[in-house]
């Protein structure tokens, strides 16, 4: 199983907006669950949206809804976070994972990316 590829971070300033790209391949967005998650430093990894085989998405949080949103290019098999109004909280690396465990595959990570906000 190919893991997952991160791009797009960099550095930002608060209000500013970023586009992640995750490239998997067009079987596992079709196939599995394709989530982003981000690790700050000191904190906990934590998941902060995730899309669905099926094509539906969720962003978790309440600080993210209505900022992040997720689309995904599914003959590409790219998987989009858009974050706009971008506080220093964000600052983080930023991962992709395809959870492929639902076909008996493992669940499989990127290197990450890291996104910075700065004032």
């Known amino acids: 199983q190919v893991a997952p590829v991160e791009s797009g971070g960099g550095s930002v300033q608060p209000g500013g907006s970023l586009k992640l790209s995750c490239v998997t391949t067009?079987?596992?967005?079709?196939?599995?669950?394709v989530e982003w998650h981000r690790q700050a430093p000191g904190k906990e990894r934590e998941r902060i949206a995730s899309s669905t085989s099926r094509g539906g998405s969720t962003v978790y949080g309440d600080s993210l809804k209505g900022r992040f949103t997720v689309s995904r290019d599914e003959v590409k098999g790219i998987l989009y976070l858009h974050m706009s109004r971008m506080t220093t909280e964000d600052t983080a690396v930023y991962y992709c994972?395809?959870?492929?465990?639902?076909?008996?595959?493992?669940?499989?990570w990127g290197q990450g990316t890291q996104v910075t906000v700065f004032s």
């Open positions: 067009e079987n596992i967005i079709g196939w599995c669950r």
């Open positions: 994972a395809a959870d492929c465990t639902r076909i008996g595959m493992a669940t499989s």
